[in-house]
């Protein structure tokens, strides 16, 4: 009987008739390049030709306690301890230090990849962004500077667009912001929120249509327990997965699981 | 009649080829002579390794059972989907083998964790236990477990691992029967 040979993330150890049964090895890590930026998230850079578009901006919708600013947090810390790449990460939402305490959970200690210049947490008032935004960026430009950084999070555009009194307003913002961030020459990291109503999408202005990439994390109830899954809804330049993947929380940050399915309705 | 059907059963797993998924169909009188038939042939006779996925029996339990059998409990990995969701706690220290299921409703997690378990069998010689679709269905509607069954058993295939999946005589239609037996290689009533 012929076996079909396993489409796999790992590594095939004999896959013939008569011969030895698959087993599976973990496929070494993806590299960043020129052109992409591996996450480092297991199971998440296979779904997306080995990583992100580089210096292109990604938007992180979801519910909140959906894993949204996890998420975000752990590009970051990849990005400095795999790849060299370092950081920075601006919050409007969480303190420094409550961030680097929750960060602790995973065994990310930000402090010590602070103190290696390979991080940065900022912390701003979300008119502060928009005044420096409005002023050329360059304080936040600095802190770029200063580290070499190569990745940026934003936490969250919600909070940001908050600021304007009218959605026209909020998305030429958000435009602006957008822009500024693709100038910096980052690859940048935007989490916004997102209020799913059984199938149906309410997003910040549209502002899916400004990002380079979409992804979208579920934290659905199904009847009464919950399921975490993420889905590619747009990347541009890149053959994405379309499938619904589910992921968890493991002991090191998020894991996704790109050949499991959810099962049942999210 | 339970030694003969004891005999019967043992005779028709014992005849099973290996890679090979049947879907049992069992009468509720003899449907746990029919599981430890199963285990005893496969881990006994045949000498392989197996992930047992429980719906109905928590591991405390089990671990009892099969060792009171005679059989090597290391043999055996387990998935425990009950344990947690009637309130019980979890044995979780380094030498045990079993993944617990926050609920026998999660199948997401138990599709994520039975991939975990199937990986850790040896390479060769291995099987999959489901006991059972029957209770399967008393949590989950019947499409979404069909979807499981098919992704489950398309797994198994690839990965060349034997299945049993038991299923109750009386417990549900003869539509969903025929559909999950499409999955499967082969149906045993017994």
């Known amino acids: 009987m012929k076996r079909i040979r396993r489409i796999s993330g790992a590594e095939e150890v004999g896959c013939v008739h008569g011969a030895p049964k698959p087993q599976m090895v973990p496929k070494p890590l993806a590299k960043p390049s020129d052109e992409r930026v591996p996450s480092g998230i297991e199971g998440l850079d296979e779904l997306i030709e080995g990583g992100f578009e580089r210096n292109s901006v990604i938007l992180v919708c979801g519910d909140a306690g959906s894993g949204k600013t996890t998420l975000s947090l752990q590009f970051l810390y990849n990005g400095a301890v795999q790849y060299g790449e370092p950081g920075i990460f601006v919050t409007f939402e969480e303190t420094k230090k409550s961030m680097y305490k929750h960060a602790l959970q995973y065994g990310w200690d930000l402090k010590k990849l602070e103190d290696k210049g390979l991080f940065a947490l900022v912390e701003y008032k979300p008119q502060q962004i928009a005044e420096i935004i409005r002023g050329g960026g360059s304080t936040v430009k600095d802190a770029i500077d200063s580290i070499g950084a190569k990745r940026i999070g934003l936490d969250s555009l919600t909070s940001y667009s908050l600021l304007f009194k009218t959605p026209y307003e909020g998305r030429e913002a958000v435009l602006a912001l957008f822009n500024r961030l693709r100038e910096w020459k980052c690859t940048s990291m935007v989490v916004s929120e997102i209020i799913l109503q059984f199938g149906s999408r309410r997003g910040e202005a549209g502002v899916e249509f400004l990002s380079d990439a979409v992804l979208l994390l579920y934290y659905a109830r199904q009847q009464d327990m919950k399921v975490r899954a993420l889905e590619i809804l747009k990347m541009r330049g890149t053959k994405h997965s379309d499938k619904i993947c589910p992921f968890k929380f493991g002991d090191n940050g998020i894991i996704v699981f790109p050949k499991d399915s959810v099962f049942g309705r999210l | ?190």
């Open chain 2, 1 to 190: 009649m339970a030694q003969k059907s004891e005999k019967e059963i043992e005779q028709r797993i014992e005849d099973l080829p290996t890679e090979f998924i049947a879907l049992i169909i069992s009468s509720a009188d003899i449907y746990s002579i029919a599981q430890e038939t199963a285990l005893k042939v496969l881990i006994g006779k045949k000498g392989m390794n197996g992930a047992y996925v429980t719906f109905n029996r928590p591991y405390s339990t089990l671990k009892a059972t099969i060792k009171g059998m005679g059989l090597d409990l290391s043999k055996l990995f387990f998935i425990d989907l009950i344990t947690e969701s009637a309130g019980g706690s979890a044995e979780r220290c380094a030498t045990d083998n079993c993944f617990y299921v926050s609920s026998p409703k999660n199948l997401t997690e138990l599709s994520i964790l039975m991939e975990q378990a199937m990986l850790r069998l040896p390479a060769e010689k291995r099987f999959v236990f489901i006991d059972s679709i029957s209770t399967m269905l008393i949590y989950n509607d019947p499409d979404t477990v069909l979807r499981f069954i098919h992704a489950l058993t398309g797994k198994m295939r690839l990965l060349g691992i034997t299945g049993i999946i038991f299923l109750l005589e009386k417990e549900s239609d003869e539509k969903f029967k025929a559909q999950v037996a499409q999955f499967c290689d082969k149906v045993i009533t017994i």
